[in-house]
């Protein structure tokens, strides 16, 4: 039997924002991300996560190395539609990520400009709202909800995709607490019902709850493996 297809690859990846940048952003960068797994990506500021997360799903392109996402090179433009379906992307601020007046629009946006049926796009938002648990609150302003529920809504928008990954970068930075809890249930919850999620944070009890743990330092992979043996290795952090 083949082995199993990674839904993100990077091989030996090197990324410059600016061509004349003595230090790269990611420096030699290779990893698998598998299909079904939950993986935390830490590290401190200025370590390449956030790049990590753009060229994960095309937005940004490797100067050297490739990125494949489910086996599709990011970098061969006929993928672009193919690779940003693949991969959902989640920021940090949730007001940056909400475009309309209702809840249920909002959520509806991405299938419309799919130009899918209206039934589809229908069954699509109430499952997204329901995954994040946000059905009951579908007809509400998000400017009304509070942050953890707007960011379970940018999370939602991205389910209506049908994603095969979700990466969030530091989705609970901006979030109280309570609403960090909630995020990371939802995480959690699409998690076990098959979504692959890759969380960058910087919050270790965060990291905790993935399957895998990667550290990034100075555009490299320092550690990768179970929160266990991160955790219980000092010198890696
Ligand atoms: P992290 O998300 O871990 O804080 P980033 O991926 O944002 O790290 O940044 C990695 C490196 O790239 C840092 O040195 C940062 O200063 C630089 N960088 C990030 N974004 C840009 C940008 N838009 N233009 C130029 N340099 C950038
Ligand atoms: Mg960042």
New binding site residues.
């Given amino acids: 039997m083949s082995p199993k297809r990674p839904i993100i690859s990077f091989q030996e990846v090197t990324f410059r ?2 061509r004349d ?1 003595p ?1 790269p ?1 990611l420096e030699s960068f290779s990893v698998d991300i598998d299909k079904g797994s939950f993986v935390a990506v830490i ?10 997360a753009k060229l994960s799903n095309g937005i940004s392109l490797p100067d050297s190395g490739k990125v494949f996402v489910d086996g599709l090179d990011t970098s061969d433009e006929n993928n672009d539609i193919a690779v940003r379906r693949k991969i959902g992307l989640v920021f940090q601020d949730p007001d940056n990520q909400i475009v309309s007046s209702i809840v249920e629009d909002d959520v509806a946006f991405g299938p419309e400009n799919l130009g899918l049926p209206i039934e589809e796009i229908r069954e699509r938002v109430d499952y997204a709202l329901k995954a994040v648990g946000m059905y009951d609150l579908r007809f509400k302003e998000p400017s009304m909800l509070s942050g953890g529920q707007k960011q379970r809504i940018a999370i939602a928008g991205m389910i209506a995709m049908r994603p095969d990954c979700l990466v969030l ?1 530091e989705p609970t930075a901006m979030l109280d607490p309570k609403g960090r809890k909630e995020v990371l249930q939802t995480l959690t919850e699409l998690n076990r019902g098959g979504m692959t999620v890759v969380l ?1 944070t910087h919050f270790m009890q965060e990291a905790c709850l993935a399957d895998r743990v990667i550290v ?1 330092n100075n ?1 490299r992979i320092v550690s990768d493996g179970s929160p266990e043996t991160i955790f219980s290795d000092r010198d890696s952090l």
Wanted: net charge negative.
């Fill in positions: 924002y600016d940048d230090v952003a590290g401190s500021n200025g370590s390449g996560k956030s790049t990590f970068d960058i990034i555009a």
